[in-house]
T-cell receptor
């Protein structure tokens, strides 16, 4: 069964450093998403992406964040200058279409720790 | 704006007992509701979803949920718990229209005792 994959599974970085989290969505899906979960808190939406542009973003997704689909398979989340509060589990998801009833398929997550 | 409240961050049941995980939602438009499960070191996996076709929704692994508009609830149940059901369960709502994102509850950790 096709699945969303994410790399790395864990990342430790120093405050102020740039990190890139990578995701490979399911191959025939058209919509891509990033969510994050700070330890002990809710899973929060960051951004959705379709047709090579951002379709929706949350207040969390400020200028420090960017997303890119550099080739036909990868979908990346870049945090330009990490802060301590960026420490969280980051989930990538994809869906075949953007319809509200559509299932979003999630990857296993990347646990980011900012020191 | 939509929101989800999951009552009980931790639920413990005995193997063979009824599982009931509670979810209440708030939405200004008819909602689409989802239950996801997360096993240790894995991603979120869809259990079931409500898309207005039927109020009682059956999902994988013997789980089901009933949409009750009058109670703004979408509780998840399973008649008989199995050890393999131990995981974290997330309720999520999506408002529809051009709103693409899922709004999640805080999750409920289910433990199953032998």
């Amino acid at each position: 069964e096709p699945e969303v994959t994410q790399t790395p599974s864990h990342q430790v970085t120093q405050m102020g450093q740039e990190v890139i989290l990578r995701c490979v969505p399911i191959s025939n899906h058209l919509y891509f998403y990033w969510y994050r979960q700070i330890l002990g808190q809710k899973v929060e939406f960051l951004v959705s992406f379709y047709n090579n542009e951002i379709s929706e973003k949350s207040e969390i997704f400020d200028d420090q964040f960017s997303v890119e689909r550099p080739d036909g398979s990868n979908f990346t989340l870049k945090i330009r200058s990490t802060k301590l509060e960026d420490s969280a589990m980051y989930f990538c998801a994809s869906s075949p279409s953007g319809g509200p009833q559509e299932t979003q398929y999630f990857g296993p997550g990347t646990r980011l720790l900012v020191l | 704006a939509q929101s989800v409240t999951q009552l009980g961050s931790h639920v413990s049941v005995s193997e063979g007992a009824l599982v009931l995980l509670r979810c209440n939602y708030s939405s200004s438009v008819p909602p689409y509701l989802f239950w996801y499960v997360q096993y240790p070191n894995q991603g979120l996996q869809l259990l079931l979803k409500y898309t207005s076709a039927a109020t009682l929704v059956k999902g994988i692994n013997g789980f089901e949920a009933e949409f009750k508009k009058s109670e703004t609830s979408f509780h998840l149940t399973k008649p008989s718990a199995h050890m393999s059901d131990a995981a974290e369960y997330f309720c999520a709502v999506r408002a529809g229209g051009s709103n693409y994102n899922l709004t999640f509850g805080k999750g409920t950790l289910l433990t199953v005792n032998p």
